[in-house]
């Protein structure tokens, strides 16, 4: 498992070779270990996120940019075609009724590359390809789940995407509507209508 360990993460990036600068910035064979975060101007609480994020990358001696852009710029070309060192977005991963991912994880849905779909960080993993076909194909729904949990651990590992914050919708429902339930995974909350009926 991950943890924020400051300490631990220095001592790698020495090892590594990564030494400070001057200006307490890392360098390696004159290379300075920087990147850019993007998001849309304007939304405080991800512009908020980027000031702290800035703040915990310095205390390891990483420079980390900001270059944020209007929305319209954001979502256009810039996401599609992956033109982004690295994106801080509000997204929704909800994958239907019938859990698919593929469109998220799969490599050949990497647009910029040729593909279908929505993998806008190019992550390339064989096994997470297997995995997802496979997740596709069976009938068997036990195997499904331990497909798309085995998937899980990949993602979780190797972070093609990090959650930082998750938000909360509400949704409020008739009193008489039986049989409703929240699920944040699904696309739509009609996503168990068939189970609903109004009380009498």
């Not at 498992?1 to 220095?10: E, I, K, L, S, V």
Request: glycine residues 8%; contains cysteine.
């Amino acid at each position: 498992p991950h943890a924020f360990d400051t300490d631990r993460a220095n001592a790698l990036l020495d090892q590594a070779g990564w030494a400070r600068g001057a200006n307490g910035i890392r360098q390696k064979n004159g290379v300075p270990l920087e990147f850019a975060v993007s998001t849309t101007t304007g939304s405080a609480l991800r512009e908020q996120c980027q000031q702290l994020m800035m703040q915990d990358w310095q205390k390891i001696g990483v420079s980390m940019k900001i270059n944020n852009m209007a929305a319209a710029v954001i979502w256009g070309e810039f996401y599609v075609r992956s033109k982004f060192q690295s994106l801080l977005v509000g997204t929704a991963f909800r994958t239907g009724i019938d859990p698919d991912p593929a469109t998220r994880f799969a490599s050949d849905a990497i647009p910029v590359r040729g593909g279908s779909g929505g993998n806008y960080m190019q992550w390339v993993n064989p096994e997470v390809d297997r995995l997802l076909l496979e997740g596709q194909t069976s009938f068997d729904q036990a195997r499904r789940k331990a497909v798309y949990f085995r998937l899980q651990e990949i993602v979780r590992e190797e972070l093609p995407v990090l959650p930082i914050f998750q938000y909360a919708p509400v949704e409020g429902t008739k009193d008489k509507l039986v049989g409703y339930r929240p699920n944040i995974n699904a696309r739509q909350n009609t996503w168990n209508m068939r189970e609903w009926y109004w009380a009498a």
